[in-house]
């Protein structure tokens, strides 16, 4: 009978799933008849993934690059930014070549150059309408940077101050950047494009009637590269310095592009309002302020020294693409566009017109109100808000997704006839699975980079980029899409959709991405706008899908999601694609200790996961999307073989990857408290900037034979027993290699280290020495106490003693090379100095010289992917 029973319920049940549930809705069971007719061929699938990639390079990619019609010479009278004048600036000063502090290119050729300029200029001001001042600012002293004492001697900074007539305002703007380079880089873009477009602004300023209201000092300072050492002159000790409220910081990591604005404030969102108003090209992101200000990246600007030792508050903001020529050689006139000098200066020039007019410039602390958060739209529009603001919208968006997604859940449950709690555990089963493929999607390139980089293969996008699609975007493509792929074709449900259930994909996926968002933003990280402004988008087509019947029209739904799903598609790929461009030309010289690839196939997963995120799902419309795995698979395969096998993964090319290969010819000398000399040698040392180390110098003419770390040698010797040029040196001395050598390091020349008196002090307890050092133009000393002597008293910032167990004296001198003078004041308790109480090391620096006839021989024998910078460099350790 109860048999009998049930089965009539299951054919009246079975009925009444065949009719429509709701006016002009199918049944589930009718649903799922007409979706196998519905979706669409396997290979439109492929064309569906292809119109994206075609996307990214039709409209990404383009916008990127865009840069705007230069302006010349016939355009001067329009009051505008010319950058042909400019670029004639940047001719002349590529030619005189490298500029490092205390060489004559930069404390002579370029002072003078850039002196001329600016006297054709004064010729030139409107004397009606404006004051021009130019002082030349010779400047010593010393700060504590990172692990070392940052001393410097004479360095000179050009200051000029732009005044409107009669100005009554106390208050001035301040537009900086740096004329000096690194050794062999002729720093035409670093900083040379921001010194001829400074030029170009005072230039044009101080000729056309437009007038302002705040002076404004435009300062070219001849030492950051040291680092950092002219700025902290001119705003500890310049006349100017006291009354500058306001900063625009012009620096480069790359050159030939677009600028981007990295860091802002801090606490002051107004700037970034400025910026908005101004900037007719706008390139910036609070994500890259976050990345830069974790300190990860091996870059510093003025900006730190300017926020740090005053109350400046201002943009920071820097040329990135094309980072492979930084610092090097090949960092030339030729790379760097007449387009890319006009978009650098039209910016420049518009924000130092609004900023000039600011009345927060009067009192800019009355103004500080927190963060912001700000990004620009594909170069074409910029969006900012308050932190607070950004808060709000995050938990907002957040909330709403959660919440219409509970919504669509309980539609789904209704008209496909099961119970919410049924819809809603089988929900709960797509967000694990949802969760695996995000897994999966992050993971899958992470752990093709961590085997590249087991077998030594690390930076093989390095120049081939188009790699990085197949070895880790596919990847993740395929870790993300893998789990709901398997999860929809195991499904048996009779009454949900098959339309349904992808929609819960895609729900799922959007739950993970709130409750991540959630979580930064909780955090206290305003790159959380990136997941909120992908949520939003999803929101909106989920809301439409909701008030109209889409939702429950088979795939009716996708329509919408796909339209609306361009927005993020080409904002996340844009944001994303920025950032690799930056950093993996960064990677280069990111070090031996971390694995960058890391990093890159991160990134790489991440701008998948939030441009694909919602689309790669939907492969599930069409039939066979196992075809579509399959491919994605393949290709990947087919990459990384390519990248691991053929001349394609090599990451140098000449000039335009290079690998760099900085190194120092050494002669050692190591004496005993006697005077005695216990060890001399000569060798090559090696500081290698990327994780490959010299290995892809094996097989070339370079003769590296004998080649080991030095990391043995810092547990016998201070500072491990070699001259560590400065603190990055010092950083990574573990990584540093030595290549003995038998014939001695011939130095240009031998200077004196003397150590001058040596006094006990009245306490019986204290010793002080005396010492006097020549100097060549970058010079280090080393000094460690032995474990029972303390110092107490020198010559150096008093604040440095007790922060190091090796202390780290950084010189370096520009016009002025006197001799460096200076005392140590030691504590010891028995008061016995009769034995060694301290160890002094001295390294003379002879940057621009070749060095010997065997140096300039080995020099030689590299590669020409190999991009040398190297000098002769005597270093001596003594016991006192």
């Known amino acids: 009978m109860w048999g009998a029973l049930r089965t009539r319920l299951d054919s009246f049940e079975s009925e009444i799933s065949d009719e429509p549930v709701e006016a002009g809705l199918l049944s589930p069971k009718n649903a799922r008849k007409q979706e196998q007719t519905s979706r669409g061929p396997w290979y439109m699938a492929s064309g569906f993934l292809l119109f994206w990639l075609l996307l990214f390079f039709a409209v990404v990619v383009p916008l990127f690059y865009r840069l705007p019609a230069a302006m010349t010479i016939e355009d001067a009278s329009k009051g505008v930014f010319i950058a042909e004048r400019a670029q004639g600036n940047l001719y002349e000063f ?371 980029p188009a790699l990085m699609i197949g070895i880790y975007v596919f990847p993740s493509l395929l870790g993300l ?99 690799l461009v930056i950093l993996s030309a960064m990677m280069g010289r990111f070090g031996r200790s971390t694995n960058p690839d890391l990093i890159i196939s991160a990134l790489n997963a991440l701008g998948t996961i939030l441009a694909m995120g919602f689309l790669i799902p939907l492969i599930n419309v069409f039939r066979r999307p196992s075809m579509i795995l399959f491919a994605l698979l393949a290709v990947s395969a087919l990459s990384i073989y390519t990248a691991s096998s053929t001349q394609l993964g090599f990451p140098y090319r000449p000039k335009t990857n290079v690998e760099r290969v900085p190194y120092l010819q050494v002669r050692r000398t190591f004496y005993e408290y006697d005077g005695s000399v216990s060890k001399e040698d000569s060798g090559y040392l090696f500081n290698f900037q990327d994780r490959r180390g010299p290995a892809p110098l094996k097989g070339t003419k370079a003769n590296l034979t004998g080649l080991v770390s030095i990391e043995a040698d810092c547990a016998k010797y201070m500072m491990c027993g070699y001259p560590l040029y400065d603190h990055r040196w010092v950083k990574n001395r573990l990584k540093g290699m030595w290549l003995p050598r038998e014939t001695p390091v011939e130095t240009p020349s031998v200077p004196t280290f003397e150590l001058l008196n040596k006094t006990v002090l009245e306490d019986g307890k204290t010793v002080r020495f005396e010492f006097r050092a020549e100097v060549t133009d970058h010079t280090s000393v080393f000094i460690q106490p032995y474990e029972d002597v303390a110092v107490t008293n020198w010559s150096f910032p008093i604040d440095y003693i007790g922060q190091q167990t090796t202390y780290h004296i950084y010189f370096a001198h520009g016009k002025d090379n006197t001799a460096l003078s200076f005392f140590i004041e030691l504590y010891k308790p028995d008061g016995d100095f009769d034995v060694p109480v301290c160890q002094v090391g001295v390294s003379h620096h002879f940057i621009g010289d070749e060095g010997d006839e065997l140096s300039q021989k080995f020099a030689k024998s590299f590669p020409s992917y190999a991009a040398l910078v190297q000098w002769p460099t005597s270093y001596r350790q003594f016991t006192y």
């Open 94 to 464: 590529d030619k005189i070549g490298p500029k490092v502090v205390g060489s004559d290119g930069n404390e002579n050729k370029t002072v003078q150059f850039l002196l001329k300029e600016l006297a054709l200029i004064e010729a030139n001001v409107l004397d009606e309408y404006f004051d021009i001042e130019i002082d030349l600012q010779i400047v010593s002293g010393s700060y504590i940077h990172w692990t070392m004492v940052n001393m410097y001697q004479a360095v000179q900074n050009i200051v000029v101050k732009l005044s409107p007539k009669n100005s009554t305002s106390d208050t001035y703007l301040l537009v900086n950047s740096h004329f000096d380079s690194k050794p062999t880089s002729p720093s035409a873009g670093d900083a040379g494009q921001m010194v001829v477009t400074i030029l170009e602004v005072l230039r044009v300023m101080s000729s056309t009637k437009q007038t302002f209201e705040h002076p404004i000092v435009f300062l070219l300072n001849g030492a950051e590269e040291n680092p950092l050492q002219a700025s902290h002159g001119f705003i500890t000790q310049h006349k100017w310095a006291s009354k500058c409220t306001v900063l625009i910081n012009l620096d480069a990591a790359g050159s030939g592009g677009r600028e981007i604005l990295f860091q802002t404030g801090p606490n002051h969102p107004w700037l970034v309002n400025y910026y908005k108003k101004n900037a007719k090209h706008p390139f910036a992101t609070t994500m890259a302020e976050e990345i830069f200000q974790t300190g990860i990246l091996p870059s510093d600007t003025d900006f730190t020294i300017f926020t740090k030792y005053s109350k400046l508050v201002g943009l920071d903001i820097a040329q990135c693409i094309n980072g492979y020529t930084y610092h090097t050689k090949y960092d030339r006139f030729d790379v760097i566009p007449r387009t890319s000098i006009q978009n650098t200066g039209e910016n420049v020039l518009s924000l130092v017109r609004g900023l000039s007019n600011a009345t927060e410039l009067h009192d800019p602390e009355a103004y500080a109100s927190g963060h912001a958060v700000f990004f620009d739209v594909l170069g074409l529009y910029f969006i900012s808000y308050s932190q607070s603001t950004g808060v709000i919208l995050n938990y907002a968006v957040a909330g709403a997704t959660i919440v219409l997604i509970f919504v669509s859940v309980w539609r789904t449950a209704s008209v496909s006839n099961v119970s919410t709690g049924h819809i809603v555990g089988l929900f709960i089963l797509i967000l694990v699975v949802q969760i695996i493929g995000f897994v999966l999607g992050l993971g899958m390139p992470v752990v093709v980079a961590y085997l590249f980089d087991m077998y030594g293969l690390s930076l093989t996008y390095f120049a081939t």
């Open 481 to 579: 899409s893998l789990p709901s792929f398997i999860y929809l074709k195991l499904q048996r449900s009779e009454k949900i959709s098959f339309a349904h259930q992808l929609q819960m994909v895609l729900h799922g996926h959007a739950i993970v991405l709130a409750i991540l968002g959630i979580g930064i933003t909780y955090y206290g990280l305003r790159s959380a706008y990136v997941i909120t402004w992908t949520l939003i988008f999803y929101v909106v087509p989920l809301t439409i899908n909701l008030l109209t019947t889409l939702h429950d029209r088979g795939f009716s739904w996708t329509g919408v999601v796909k339209i609306v799903q361009i927005v993020p598609f080409l904002y996340n790929s844009y944001l994303f694609y920025t950032f």
